[in-house]
T-cell receptor, first 115, second 115 residues
Framework: AQKVTQAQTEISVVEKEDVTLDCVYE???????LFWYKQPPSGELVFLIR??????QNEISGRYSWNFQKSTSSFNFTITASQVVDSAVYFC????????????FGTGTRLQVFP | ETGVTQTPRHLVMGMTNKKSLKCEQH?????MYWYKQSAKKPLELMFV???????ENNSVPSRFSPECPNSSHLFLHLHTLQPEDSALYLC??????????????FGPGTRLTVL
């Protein structure tokens, strides 16, 4: 069965702290895709990254970095030197090659960054 | 207008009302989606349309009726809803359905309250 687990419901940090959001996934497919989306208070989900199952290279984009580990079925997201504007709900999602229409989302992690 | 827009942003309706949610995408995409986001639950995919044809219906009750008159517009017609249907309804689009690159671009959502 496919499933995405984001065990952290809420995280609070103070500006400039680093924070890691955890994501663990389950799938029986060998080909799949992992995503992170950000949902600010305005409501729309903003696409952050897509990673396919054959590419385990970690990725860095500015203050954002992602650590994909197939051995532990995890796709964690780290924000370095957090800022107040990073406050949002972050969703990890999975889609399988046999049905890439369907994004399977986790329940999200609410991040609050305080000044 | 750019991206994906949704109207109305907020809707309050009684259980006997009939209303419609509208989504419009300005990205030239061929696939559109409806999602339901309830509190403390993962986003649930409701419907997928590709080139105006419904390709997936995830066991959604018949009181939700989608319509896709063209690839830029998607509607969700609502009738005789229940209070548990209160949620944020998100529309999304992607270049095409399936395939490797299927990042979905989301609208801001319609916050629906059923009294």
């Amino acid at each position: 069965a496919q499933k995405v687990t984001q065990a952290q419901t809420e995280i609070s940090v103070v500006e400039k702290e680093d924070v890691t959001l955890d994501c663990v996934y389950e799938t029986r497919d060998t080909t799949y895709y992992l995503f992170w989306y950000k949902q600010p208070p305005s409501g729309e989900l903003v696409f952050l990254i897509r990673r396919n199952s054959f590419d385990e290279q970690n990725e860095i984009s500015g203050r954002y970095s992602w650590n994909f580990q197939k051995s532990t079925s995890s796709f964690n997201f780290t924000i370095t030197a957090s800022q107040v504007v990073d406050s949002a709900v972050y969703f990890c999602a999975l889609s399988e090659a046999r049905n890439t229409d369907k994004l399977i989302f986790g329940t999200g992690t609410r991040l609050q960054v305080f000044p | 207008e750019t991206g994906v827009t949704q109207t109305p942003r907020h809707l309050v309706m009684g259980m006997t009302n009939k209303k419609s949610l509208k989504c419009e995408q300005h990205l030239g995409h061929n696939a559109m989606y409806w999602y339901k986001q309830s509190a403390k639950k993962p986003l649930e995919l409701m419907f997928v349309y590709s080139l105006e044809e419904r390709v997936e219906n995830n066991s959604v009750p018949s009181r939700f009726s989608p319509e896709c008159p063209n690839s830029s517009h998607l509607f969700l017609h609502l009738h005789t809803l229940q209070p548990e249907d209160s949620a944020l309804y998100l529309c999304a689009s992607s270049q095409d359905r399936g395939g490797t690159y299927n990042e979905q671009f989301f609208g801001p959502g319609t916050r629906l309250t059923v009294l």
